[in-house]
């Protein structure tokens, strides 16, 4: 069961101070509740992460001089690229997205534009800001929206307002009406009106015309998607619904009014730019094969419409221009049929730091079962014991689980730590589907019980490769 990182103190210590905190010891340290071995990639993230609060610091005049210290990683599947740049990001409650490099094409050619992946950033930055402020008011929120999920539930006669906002209302009349708001007040907090149906206004994302275009324009560089958004008169639509939904409708309504919009949109462009994180994977898809026939256009022309981004430059998105000079990449590529030399030399060296991530051994597997935080055993115990069923591994099933995954890896394609998963559902493939039926028990597996359940198919090949 995945257990949270360190987070940030509520209203005792500003963000960046706690960023500032971590020491890269103490980064690898929160790296190593998650990620078994890979010391190497883990210091070099420490240190890029540190490096980039340190120019942070610096004056102005020399802080532009500082190029980010971004990374090229270099390893087979399955062994911790993604995670080690992911939970570097959620340590660090920093924006971060992860995209893949062959989705990429040239300008000019059928594809996703590069920038895009900013603007993604820049998109997923604002929620974040926007779901913190969303947090603050939340209790607020709740309170307005209980008012008006009452008015629903209790509307006054037609043609008249509220006796509650009535002054020309008998007093008789508001104490009665009072008393019974209150009442209904109680009853909604009971679960008395669960099953009762209300009205809502929903505003409506989009509109037609926008649907007529869809997402072919969603990479154009003027924003021209969102333009025509914006000029388009904002529609709502009343939906039925019952009670406990439209409570959380109303919540989310009376939140986003409280919230200043326009200061979510500055810190998420000021985060974006001073702490976003860029996971650029398959970077060796793009990379340039020696001896290869015919025009290259997905392979170079992207590193050189990527080069600029990566350099800093200023990108339009629709909160407004967005700076990448201190937004981190880190790129990840398996280089099996290509190598980091095959990338053009401007592309190489905007990633100084280069970390190669070992290949996973029977000995890392059994830790990954069971050392990390959410480790994968730890995680299916918690599963069958939503249907009270206790399991339990013995500690020869965890190392004959590790050797099977090694063995298969060792024999068809070697897809890393992503086989031990594969391994433990066939093997409680049975245990997961009648769990509803033996509740209570207690279900222990060892060695013998898993080589009864998988030998066979670990034993023949051609059956493993299509199985496991």
């Known amino acids: 069961m995945e257990t949270s990182v360190t987070a940030i103190p509520e209203q005792q210590v500003s963000r960046d101070d706690f960023i500032a905190s971590l020491t890269p010891k103490e980064i690898v340290g929160e790296l190593d509740k998650f990620i078994v071995g890979q010391n190497k990639a883990k210091r070099a993230v420490a240190i890029a992460l540190r490096n980039r609060w340190r120019s942070q610091q610096l004056h102005e005049d020399i802080r532009d001089e500082v190029a980010p210290k971004n990374i090229l990683m270099i390893g087979p599947t399955g062994v911790g690229k993604t995670e080690i740049a992911r939970r570097l990001a959620k340590l660090t409650n920093s924006p971060f997205i ?76 508001k104490q009665h009406y009072d008393s019974t708001r209150e009442k209904f007040a109680a009853y909604i907090k009971d679960g008395r009106f669960d099953e009762r149906m209300v009205e809502v206004d929903i505003l409506e994302n989009s509109s037609p015309a926008m649907e007529v275009f869809g997402g072919g324009m969603e990479d154009m560089g003027s924003n021209i998607k969102d333009m025509l958004g914006s000029l388009m008169p904002k529609k709502s639509k009343t939906k039925k619904m019952k009670v406990p939904d439209a409570f959380k409708v109303l919540c989310r309504q009376e939140a986003d009014k409280l919230i200043d919009h326009d200061k979510a949109t500055q810190e998420a462009l000021e985060r974006t730019e001073k702490s976003g994180i860029i996971f650029i994977d398959e970077i060796d898809k793009i990379a340039g094969r020696q001896g290869t026939q015919g025009p290259d256009v997905s392979r170079e022309g992207v590193q050189r419409d990527l080069l600029p981004i990566v350099e800093g430059s200023s990108i339009n998105t629709r909160y407004g221009i967005v700076k990448t000079d201190h937004i981190l990449f880190v790129a990840a590529g398996a280089f099996h049929s290509s190598k980091p030399s095959d990338l053009i030399p401007e592309f190489q060296g905007r990633f100084p730091i280069r970390v190669e991530l070992d290949s996973l051994t029977q000995e890392d597997f059994v830790r990954i079962l069971t050392e990390p935080d959410n480790a994968l055993i730890k995680q299916y115990i918690a599963l069958l014991n939503t249907e009270k069923v206790t399991l339990e591994f013995t500690d020869d099933a965890v190392q004959e689980i590790a050797q099977m995954s090694a063995t298969v890896n060792t024999r068809t394609e070697n897809i890393g730590a992503r086989r031990l998963q594969t391994v433990i559902e066939k093997l409680l493939e049975d245990i997961s589907f009648e769990a509803p039926d033996l509740s209570g028990q207690t279900i222990i597996l060892d060695a013998e019980k898993v080589r009864k359940k998988l030998d066979n198919i670990i034993q023949n090949e051609d059956l493993s490769r299509y199985i496991l």
Do not use: F
């Open 98 to 173: 992860k995209v893949e490099a062959s989705k990429y094409t040239e300008v000019g050619y059928v594809g996703r534009d590069v920038e895009s992946m900013v603007r993604d950033l820049v998109e997923l930055s604002k929620n974040m800001v926007k779901e913190e402020m969303e947090k603050d008011v939340r209790e607020k929120a709740r309170a307005l929206a209980e008012e008006k999920l009452i008015d629903l539930l209790l509307p006054p006669p037609p043609g008249q307002s509220r006796p509650k906002d009535d002054p020309d209302a008998d007093a008789l009349g």
